[in-house]
């Protein structure tokens, strides 16, 4: 991959494409979800980080409806759309990325004026680290601040979500977009996803002589979508059936009772998110306490059920977190929505070479395509460059 662009770099190509500077260049990291893993729509915790991998963009206002956007990747020429009839049917490619939160801005009755942008991006897409968000979040910390909007950040949350799902067409919660817009270097976000309330909870592995490997199996099994989709409904019977308004509200003391009361598949369903969320309740405890180098077990056993009891771990994800245990690791597990992406794994500095090695010749021994290993750092969130 090329570098990637700075805030200089990218308003002295925008003035080339454009013929004018930028008013300015906004930035907006992906992330990655350190444990707690589908709770975010049972109403439960979730404890996301934003990595030091980002989309930036450079966006100056026209004085007409015109919008005009460029992106540093691939060769498609400029895309061109008018403010006044956003259609999502005919948007395409990261497009839909930037005319998605226009167009949910203007739901909100806010008025957006033309404009010319120019989009460059390192974090890795389609690897679950989230590239769609910090696009959209990077996009519309421009548009609050240009168009004087001053949305806060829980409405801009909203707003994103609003443009991934009715826009885009992707059906994602609040997780991604909060860590982008919320996060602080050296922290991880502890969101809870029933009222958007975050706190800010210290995870400073590079101090604690540690290293977040992210191991991208390149994966992405057939059955994903039709499998989050039954995932849900699991989750949703599970709630019905106990009588909650979701799984956030069943405690681990109440799982003995939904046992006698649920069908085997559907308590191993609901036993993934109790026991995640009170990883995740665990988790922040241990940040707040011991730090990282003691959140290694939470990480093995949120992967565990993932694997055994949620079932949306494959045989990839499995092996990638069993060969860096192995080699070092001091906890692993898969992350995102499952059936392929990527896995995590909180390994001592020392050992990462070593770890990285072990999944690499493990993939090759069984077969599999080579994985792509990197580390990534708890880093800030969305703002402006210039
Ligand atoms: P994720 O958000 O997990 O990375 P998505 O499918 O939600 O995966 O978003 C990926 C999409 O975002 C791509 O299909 C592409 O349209 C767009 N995109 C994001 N970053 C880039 C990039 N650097 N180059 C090309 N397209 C990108
Ligand atoms: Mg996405």
Known sequence: MTRPLDAKELAARFEGVFGAAPDG?????????LIGEHTDYNEGF??????????????????????????????????????????????RGWTKYPLGVIWALQQRGLNIPGLDLLLDSDVPRGAGLSSSHAIECAVISALNELTAASLGAEDMVLATQRAENDFVGAPTGIMDQSASLRATAGHAVFLDCRDQSVRLVPFDADSAGLVLLVIDTRVSHSHADGGYAARRESCELGAEVLGVRALRDVGLEDLEEASGLLDAETFRR?????TENDRVLQAVELLDTAGPGAIGPLLDASHASMRDDFEISCAELDLAVEAARTAGAIGARMTGGGFGGSAIALTPAGSAQRVRTAVERAFAEAGYAAPGIF????????????
Do not use: E, K
């Open 25 to 33: 260049v906004w930035q907006a990291p992906g992330r990655v979800n």
């Open 375 to 386: 580390s990534v750092r708890p880093a800030a969130g969305a703002r402006r460059l210039a």
């Open 270 to 274: 609901v036993r993934h998110v109790v």
């Open 46 to 91: 979730v404890l996301p980080f934003a990595i030091d991998r980002t989309a930036r963009v450079a966006v100056r206002v026209r004085p007409d409806s015109a919008i005009r956007m460029l992106s540093t990747f691939g060769n498609q020429g400029l895309t061109t759309a008018d403010a006044r009839s956003l259609d999502r049917a005919t948007a």
